[in-house]
Structure formats: C-alpha cells, structure tokens
C-alpha cells in the first residue's frame, strides 16, 4: 500500500469490509436509493431472515440471556442470526468498520461446550452478541477510528505485535462475561461531530429515514442497534455521543458519569485532555438492557483494572429506594419530581422535538407527578467553556492524525484548528471556569427543593438531545443540549418518544428568535424531509446517579410508551 493516496487506502477498506461479509449475505441487487427507500427497518429487512432469525434478533438483550443462561437458545444459533442481520444492517447504512463472525462463532461454539460440560453459563453475559465502537482494541481486529492513516497500524504506529495481540479493558471483561464480539461500528474521523463520516466508509445514515444522519460519534452501534444487527453495544460519549446516536434511531442509551466504566486501553481523540473526559455507556433496544449491561461490567471490578474507575459497585439499594418511590406514584402518592427544559435558551427545537416534550409532560402528570419548569444558569456559558476546552490543543492531535495520510478534515467537525494552543496557564483559568460552573449549576439545582413538595430537588430534568430530530448531513449545527451534561458531569439516558409526523408537525412561523443559531436552525425544518424519524428525550439526573436515572428511565420509557399508542389510537 505504500505511495498509495489516502482515497485508493479508504476504498481498499471498505471494500474488505463487505468482502469479509459471507457471500451468502451479500445483496445481489443494488439496494434502491434513499429517495425511493426510506425506512430499511422492520419488514423491509426481515424478507431478508428467517423466522427463527427474525424471532432472535428481535428479542433485547436481555430477553435473549434469559434464553442463553438456561440453555434454551445456543450461542451459536444466537451469534449467527445476529451476525446475518449486522451483515445485511451495513450494506444498507454503512454501519460497520470491522467484521469478524468466524471468530464470533469459534467463541460462541466454545461457550455452547462450556454450559455442555459444566451444565451453567460462564458469566451473565453468556451467549450474547454485543458490538463495540471502533474504538475497542479487539485482538487480532484492526481498530482505524475511522482514520484512514491508521490502517494497517496500532493507532497510526507500526506496531504489528500489539495489534495482533491487546485488547482494551472493557473486552476483556466483556470476555469473561460470556459475551461474543463479533463486530466494530462506525465512527467520524475524529470523533467530534454528531454525525458519522469518515474517508473509509462515506456516511452512515439513518435506519429509519436514509435520507438523514445516524447522528455522531457512535453513530454506527446507533445505526446497526436501531436495524436489530446488535441487542446492545457500547459507545462512548464527550459532548453527546451516545445520546445523540440514540435519540436519533429511536434506542435507549446512557451517558454516566465519569469513573464508573472502563476506558483503559481504548483508543480516543485529544487523548490526554481531562477537562471533560469521554466516557463509555451502553446503547440498547431496552432501559432494561442497559442495567443488564452496566451491571454486568461492574460486577468484574474494573477499578481494580483501570486506575480512573472508582470503586463504586452496582448499588441495589438506591435502585430499590427509586422503585419504591414509583411504586407510592402508581398509588396515587407520588414523592417524585421532574423538571422540564422546553429550550436551552439559545435554540427552540424542532416541531418533533417540542411535541415529543409536551407528551412526556402530559405523561408526568397524568401520573400524578410534580412538574416545574427548568430555568438554569446560562448554557451559553457552559457551550462556551466546552469550546474552549476541545480545541485546547489547537487541533493538533486531529491534525496530526489526519496527516498520516494527508486525507481532509470533515466539514462537520467541531474542532477548528484555527485557535492558538493553550498555555498551562490558561488550561488552569479554563479549569476554574469549569469548577465555577459546575457549582453555579449545582446551587440552582438545590434551590428545586423549596418548589418540589416532595422534600428533595427535582428527581431528573427531561430536556432534548438535540433541537432536531435525526438530522439532515452537514446542517448539525448545535451540540448545546447534550455538551452541558458532559461539562456538568452529569448522568444522562435517553429514552424514545415518538416519530415525526410531517401532518403533524407543522413549521411554525416565528418573528423573533433566541440566536443567529436558533434562525438558521428554525429554517432548516422541512417536515416532509424529517418524516419517519425518531423523536428521543433524555433524563438528566446529578453526577453519579446511574441506578436511580436508569430505574427512571426504564419507568417513564415504558408509561411514554403507552401515552403514544393511545395517541397513535385516537388520531
């Protein structure tokens, strides 16, 4: 490949990619385009599977460890139909960067002669297939993050050995929960934008509408999750990155706080800033899936593995107190209260966006719970310390990376390149600013508990993702709601809401306006454009609070859902 142009290097890729897809999985016609063909979901993708296959790929993840742990289902049997339907999810949206199935179905056979031997499962993660962000090193899989100058290389160095032979914490602990990795998903060169586009595989667009964004930078596992190639995988999360890909394909998906997943070994983007550090969640069909996996994780003790991850084990304790508190709402007592964030104060959302808020409103309170309005410090202010930390370096480390083999810079990473590196000095200043805020934003929280009646500040604040739903490429164009939540260092999860309906959702005309932003975004609504795609939430709970949000989660996920079936029955 030496001398080869970084265009030849990227086609070469993605041509391997498909070709390490089994022939016997391969389309044999072109799939028709995006403007004929919308929505690849659902029916359209299952004529391609068998009943069996469809039942399998269908079932969450933990449906299926139910299934695997008692021996009723094989690993095999599981693995394979899950790896034809991730087969069938790329050829579709460009959702995969790596694709190793044999080695997939070589671990699940190893698995099926274990609980054959020893009459049990090997962890309680037995038999499940679960993908990874390119960002996981898996041993003997190349890991290019969506770089071309790292193909072929240990994050863009020539080190064949460690290629062939290290894996990053998470894996191996995923490793011995009895989990099968079969794949890696795709990112944005870069990692800092909200939409997935790199020079290996084009752009990874939206299951449910191909002709918009499965948002960034985990956009792959959002893509392949939302298409049922995958019961649940891992992202990672800096400004928005798990969320972001989950409200946009309808999935449930966590951002918690830093220290209670594994990064070590992983690769990453500006690796070595810690202002706002990225942090590894779980995505997933189900809010029950997510527990299912982040417990799992926990139970190995990372933190004896990974010199960041605090000792903090799954603690029950507070799950119970949250479903105690559920339990007094369905009684008609409830000790719960939620905060709303209509807008963020610098851009209105969409017409999806702002109908899907109304319905979790309507929602809260029909159940009887205590709603207040959301009226916080600026986030403004918090956009304007996140900037300034992700282009600390200039753009150095992502020009660096671009260089190796001279590909250009996509269009939509929020990383200029244009600013002057930061001296010590003004990292320290920058690093107050951030502690400043973070305790403004901490004080008006508590000041919630004067207004609640339930004793305690607002349980968790339901706000947007984004101002959109899933976008249209290169108009992305405001990460503010989800960058706050990293700069806070706060837990998040995602939960879907609704569709947006180009009958209903009608543009709504406006004089006046919070931003040049919020104009420029008002504008972009085409609601014939945006049709068909899903509208996602996310509840924001305090740093640490990912028992409490994702018993919530799973909670309001679920009474959500049955307000929209009645709606969808009514209408």
Known sequence: MTGSTWKELGDLKRRSILEAIPAKWRFQHPVAPAEELRDVTGS?????????????????AVGITERTTSGNWTAVEVTEAVCHRAALAHQLVNCLHEVFFDAAIEDARRLDAYFADHKKPIGPLHGLPVSLKDQFHVKGVETTMGYVGWIGTFQGKKVDLKRATFE????????NLGAVLYCKTSVPASLMTGETVNNIISYTWNPKNRLLSSGGSSGGEGALIALRGSPGGFGTDIGGSVRAPSAFNGLFGIRPSVGRMPYEGAANSIDGQNLILSVIGPLATT????TLLFKAVL???????????????WRADIEERTRGLIKQSLNGSSSLAFAIMHHDGIVQPHPPIARAIELVKQTLTQLSHKVIEWKPPSHQLAIDIATRVFNADGGADIAYHLGL???????????SGELLQMNAQEIAALNVEKRQ???????????TAEITGTGRPVDGVICPCAPHAAVMPYQYAHTGYTTFVNLLDYTSVVFPVT???????????????????????????DPEAYDGAPAGLQLVGRRLEEEKMLTLAEYLGGEVKLMTCHELKQS
């Open 287 to 290: 809010a029950r899936s997510l």
């Open 168 to 175: 990053s914490e998470l894996v191996r602990e995923l490793r």
């Open 437 to 447: 805020y973070q305790k403004l934003y901490m004080d008006y929280w508590n000041t």
């Open 299 to 313: 139970s190995q003790q990372p933190w004896y593995r990974d010199p960041l991850v605090l000792e903090l084990p």
């Open 44 to 60: 359209y993708i299952q004529q391609f599977l068998t009943p069996r296959e469809i039942e399998i790929t269908e079932t969450d």
């Open 405 to 415: 083999s001279k590909e250009p810079k996509a269009p939509q990473v929020i990383v």
């Open 499 to 525: 569709h947006a309906d180009k009958n209903v959702d009608v543009p709504q005309p406006r004089a006046e306006f919070l931003s040049e932003v919020d104009k420029v975004i008002h504008e972009q609504y």
